[in-house]
């Protein structure tokens, strides 16, 4: 046993302990696929067998049909989070660096429907979810909230994802999105006004008034993420105190004691990893805008945060079909302390932690942004059936690396590792972590 001693000012004095472990034990990913390669099989795979026209949108899962051949699909429609956005705009990510004009155009449609049609006239937010073009608040996580409405979680994550796109689209094709823009400004302006005297979002919004309701969360990040981004694209500096604000706030509160919580909404204000990548993504544009390295200081703590829940090493897994592959741990994160997979959401901050390198030369943050992007290009099918399920391409959003969470089986009643179908939210996060600026850097 080895035993860290040592005085530490804060809960952030953990972090030292934590880089010595990574280098005592660090296993790299195996080698799988590459990343261009990757970018390619995940997004074919969504655009060809998620894709649900009468809907303008993805299915949540697809699962094929064994008995009849064929698939299933279980829709869960959302704005973004475990879909929507969050698939649309890798999707059109990928399109837009792969020059695939059929799947820009998919991607496209998807994005264009959420922006025109799911504002709520009453409070001037977005809803959240829709079934049949129904749209209202009543997504799959509806039934294990305390207290219903609006969702800063969502919203905020709706607006970056939307600015995203818009970016790209604007980089990549020079082709101009003003009515998204327009769109994601005034929502953003709308949740400045929810702010209380702390300079901390909401948590839950009235869909009724649009008013504060329920707030300590950490999920209000993304509304700070999206205020940054937008800020940084356009040059409009008009909150960038009240951002200053936020940030300070969250920091003092949350990041600072090691206890991120109240960011996605199926985890009940448990201890998790999502909440942070958005504060992270925060901190690079608030950087980018005032050239404060306090910004970087706070970014690296945030940083070694989500480390915390990031693998080292390779766990020696006894069941199928992650045990045969000899799929890796190391590289990916636990989602939270209430849900024990590995999931591939904390890919999506690749581009911050470059950005950070670039800023620091830091070796430790390389190394991790190393592990994430080889992680990400080893966790989905390469070829048919290659984790015992599916299609070329796919790829679940759950990473079984010990026995916690073995739901699925097989057809004898042996459980599996992981979940036998395709779900395009997982498949996005790397699909953003590799098409972004990582793009040019890598290759």
Not at 10 to 21: F, P
Request: charged letters at 25%; one cysteine or more; a negative charge.
């Amino acid at each position: 046993m080895e035993l860290y001693d040592y005085e530490a000012e804060s809960e952030l004095g953990i972090n030292a302990a934590i880089q010595d472990v990574y280098y005592r034990y660090h296993q790299s990913p195996r080698k799988a696929s590459d990343p261009i390669t990757t970018v390619a099989d995940l997004s074919n795979a969504i655009y060809q067998y998620a894709w649900l026209p009468e809907d303008r949108s993805y299915s949540g899962f697809v699962i094929e049909d064994k008995d009849n051949g064929g698939y299933r699909y279980n829709k869960i429609f959302s704005l973004t989070w475990t879909n929507g956005l969050s698939v649309a705009v890798p999707v059109l990510m990928a399109a837009l660096r792969l020059d695939d004009e059929s799947m820009r155009n998919q991607a496209l449609s998807s994005i264009t429907n959420m922006v025109e049609n799911s504002l709520n006239p009453d409070t001037g937010l977005p809803f959240e979810t829709y079934d049949n073009g129904t749209w209202s608040n009543h997504g799959w996580w509806f039934d294990g909230m305390h207290t219903p409405g609006h969702t800063s979680y969502l919203i905020g994550q709706a607006m970056y994802y939307i600015l995203k796109a818009y970016e790209y689209e604007k980089r990549i094709k020079q082709c101009m999105h003003d009515d998204w823009l327009d769109f994601v400004t005034k929502v953003l302006v709308k949740m400045e006004g929810t702010k209380n005297t702390d300079d901390e979002y909401p948590y839950i919004l009235s869909e009724i008034t649009g008013a504060g309701i329920e707030y300590d969360a950490f999920c209000g990040t993304w509304c700070m993420a999206a205020l940054a981004y937008k800020s940084w694209l356009t040059g409009d500096k008009t909150y960038i105190e009240s951002l200053r604000r936020s940030e300070r706030h969250y920091y003092n509160t949350y990041v600072k004691r090691m206890e991120c919580y109240g960011a996605p909404l199926d985890a009940d204000k448990a201890i998790d990893s999502e909440g942070i990548l958005d504060y992270i993504k925060a901190l690079r544009y608030l950087h980018a805008l005032t050239g404060d390295k306090l910004y970087l200081e706070h970014m690296r703590d945030a940083i070694d945060y989500e480390f915390t829940f990031k693998f080292c090493y390779n766990s020696p897994i006894k069941v199928p079909p992650l045990s045969k592959l000899g799929w890796s741990s190391c590289g990916g994160s636990v989602t939270s302390t209430v849900n024990p997979h590995i999931h591939p959401m904390s890919s999506n901050v690749v581009d911050e932690l470059l950005y950070y390198v670039e800023n620091t030369n830091d070796h430790y943050v390389r190394d991790g942004m190393m592990d994430t992007i080889e992680w990400g290009c080893q966790t989905y099918n390469r070829y048919d059936n290659e984790f015992d399920y599916g299609k070329k391409g796919w790829m679940s959003e759950r990473f079984c690396h010990s026995e916690g969470l073995l739901t699925e089986t097989y057809s004898d009643g042996s459980p599996a590792s992981t979940w036998f179908c395709l779900m395009p939210w997982a498949s996005g996060c790397i699909i953003e972590s590799l098409s972004g600026d990582i793009w040019a850097y890598k290759h």
